[in-house]
Every structure is written in structure tokens, then in C-alpha cells.
T-cell receptor, first 110, second 116 residues
Framework: GQNIDQPTEMTATEGAIVQINCTYQ??????LFWYQQHAGEAPTFLSY????GLEEKGRFSSFLSRSKGYSYLLLKELQMKDSASYLC???????????FGKGTRLSVIA | GAVVSQHPSWVICKSGTSVKIECRSL??????MFWYRQFPKQSLMLMAT?????????EQGVEKDKFLINHASLTLSTLTVTSAHPEDSSFYIC????????????FGSGTQLSVL
């Protein structure tokens, strides 16, 4: 089966930096995605990595190492509104649907 | 960006009734749509893949006779939960892939179903 692991919960301070890790063991790999999801709402797209390295987009960056089956999402200058669940998802191949991890619930505190 | 519209946003129904959820792609054609289910504090679990003009593909453990999927046009897919029971109470969400090369998923706003 497909296995995607990420921490269940994290807490960080407003203005700080937090790194959310994701490891995966899947039968194939055709891209890794990070989504943000507030309670009761649809996930919103944050980032996409298919090649090794760092992708930066404003306060959010995502890193991928395919050889290690590892990714992280880096959030800088944390704001209270960043409190949400962050979902790591892998596309196994081609146009197959994404397989999601259980999500990491991030709480940003003052 | 591409928009996927889903409704209703929430529905409360009695046990034994059927509920239809609609998912529309507003500014693009979606030959494929994915239906996910999410229980509280759990991950999104794929239920089925909806293909325009053909039968849906269901994931293992998902009853195709209970969760009827129809994808009659390039912009509309529907999920009908037949004879709903309290254990079917969940957050149902549809999604469609974009066609720009990065193939990210656009999600509908989700439907919170509560079966009494």
C-alpha cells in the first residue's frame, strides 16, 4: 500500500518559522503536493514539487528529496491565520488521484 | 484560476433517505473528477474517480451501489448517497485536475453530511 507520514500536531509562535515534515513510501512518484485546509473548508493548493530541491513562494517554501522519500513545508513569519491543517499528498503516476497523508494540525500562538 | 463549485455545503437528512451532491467545473472542462471523503481529524480518503461518459472507478471498500456517481457532462459530476445512515455522516469533497501541466487538484468547497 501507499504510506505517507507527517506529524499529527505542531505548535509554533507568531512570527516564528516552522517546518512540517513528510515522508512517503509509495509504489510510484509523479509529484508531491502541499495543501492547507482550515476546519470545515476545502483544501487550498500551496505548492508542488516533482524535482529535488526547494520551491519558494512568498512565506511558504517546499523541499523535496526523491531519493529519501522526504519533503518539508517551511512557513516563515507565522501569522495567526496560518493555524490550519497542512496536508502532504503524492501523485503515484500519470493522472492518478492524489494520495493524502493524515495532515498536520498547526496551531500558531501569540 | 480554475474554480470547482460544489453544493450543497451542508445537508442534514433522516436515515434511509438519499442525498445528491453536485460538483461543477466553472471555467474549464473536467473529463475526470475525484470524490473524497473526510472524517473528523482524518485525511482525505479517495472514494471514486468519476469519468465523463463512462462508469466511475471505485476504491476498494467503497460500495458502488450505495455511492452512485454520474458524470454526464464535461462540467458536472454528481455523487448520490443512497439510503444514508448515520455512519455515512462525513465531509464529502470533489476535485478536478487542472490542465496546465502541473496537474494540481482544484477542490470544491465540500459538503458536510449529517445523517440523523
Amino acid at each position: 500500500g501507499q504510506n505517507i507520514d507527517q506529524p499529527t500536531e505542531m505548535t509554533a509562535t507568531e512570527g516564528a518559522i516552522v517546518q512540517i515534515n513528510c515522508t512517503y513510501q509509495t509504489s510510484g512518484f509523479n509529484g508531491l503536493f502541499w495543501y492547507q485546509q482550515h476546519a470545515g473548508e476545502a483544501p487550498t493548493f500551496l505548492s508542488y514539487n516533482v524535482l529535488d530541491g526547494l520551491e519558494e513562494k512568498g512565506r511558504f517554501s517546499s523541499f523535496l528529496s526523491r531519493s529519501k522519500g522526504y519533503s518539508y513545508l517551511l512557513l516563515k513569519e507565522l501569522q495567526m491565520k496560518d493555524s490550519a491543517s497542512y496536508l502532504c499528498a503524492v501523485r503515484i503516476s500519470g493522472n492518478t488521484p492524489l494520495v493524502f497523508g493524515k495532515g498536520t494540525r498547526l496551531s500558531v500562538i501569540a | 484560476g480554475a474554480v470547482v463549485s460544489q453544493h450543497p455545503s451542508w445537508v442534514i437528512c433522516k436515515s434511509g433517505t438519499s442525498v445528491k451532491i453536485e460538483c461543477r467545473s466553472l471555467d474549464f472542462q473536467a473529463t475526470t473528477m475525484f470524490w473524497y471523503r473526510q472524517f473528523p481529524k482524518q485525511s482525505l480518503m479517495l472514494m471514486a474517480t468519476s469519468n465523463e461518459g463512462s462508469k466511475a472507478t471505485y476504491e476498494q471498500g467503497v460500495e458502488k451501489d450505495k455511492f452512485l456517481i454520474n458524470h454526464a457532462s464535461l462540467t458536472l459530476s454528481t455523487l448520490t448517497v443512497t439510503s444514508a445512515h448515520p455512519e455515512d455522516s462525513s465531509f464529502y469533497i470533489c476535485s478536478a485536475p487542472e490542465r496546465s501541466g502541473r496537474e494540481k487538484l482544484f477542490f470544491g468547497s465540500g459538503t458536510q453530511l449529517s445523517v440523523l
